[in-house]
């Protein structure tokens, strides 16, 4: 009997746990987590592998745009989304901008500035 209450208070605690954890926010489930995700705007860095090891935009991923796989890469990435690309100054995020507008990519924008800029900006901020 006392195995049997002591199960039962485990399970009892294990679903009040969960239930809390899913009112307080630290818990989502899949449909909740793309319906998130698929608003969020897909940053690409276009510099070199290199360039964005020495550091880059938080969440943005690297797709070198003088690479060979570029053009390969690009058919992997959603053509709704929202995708926003940027390199040092703007000469070759600008390449890529054209490159994906021109495969039928509808929502392309273009960091002004580029990663340059953006650092700086953020270093003035105080954000360092």
């Known amino acids: 009997m ?13 679903s009040v746990n969960a239930q809390e954890s899913k009112a307080d926010g630290r818990r989502m489930d899949v449909k909740e987590f793309i ?4 608003k969020t705007p897909i940053l ?9 090891r020495e550091g880059t935009i938080p969440g943005a ?5 003088h690479s ?4 390969r890469a690009t058919e ?21 901008f054209e490159m994906l507008n021109s495969l039928g990519f ?6 002004i500035g580029g990663y340059e800029f953006w650092r700086k900006t953020k270093e003035q901020r105080g954000n360092k």
Do not use: W
């Open 44 to 52: 690409i860095d276009v510099r070199t592998p290199e360039e964005y």
């Open 68 to 71: 060979e796989d570029f053009k």
């Open 106 to 111: 509808k929502n392309v924008s273009q960091l």
């Open 61 to 65: 991923m690297s797709l070198n745009i």
């Open 76 to 96: 992997f990435l959603p053509k709704e989304r929202e995708i926003i690309v940027f390199c040092q100054s703007g000469d070759r995020s600008n390449e890529a």
């Open 35 to 38: 319906e998130k995700t698929h």
């Open 2 to 14: 006392k195995k049997i209450v002591l199960i039962l208070t485990v399970l009892l605690s294990i």
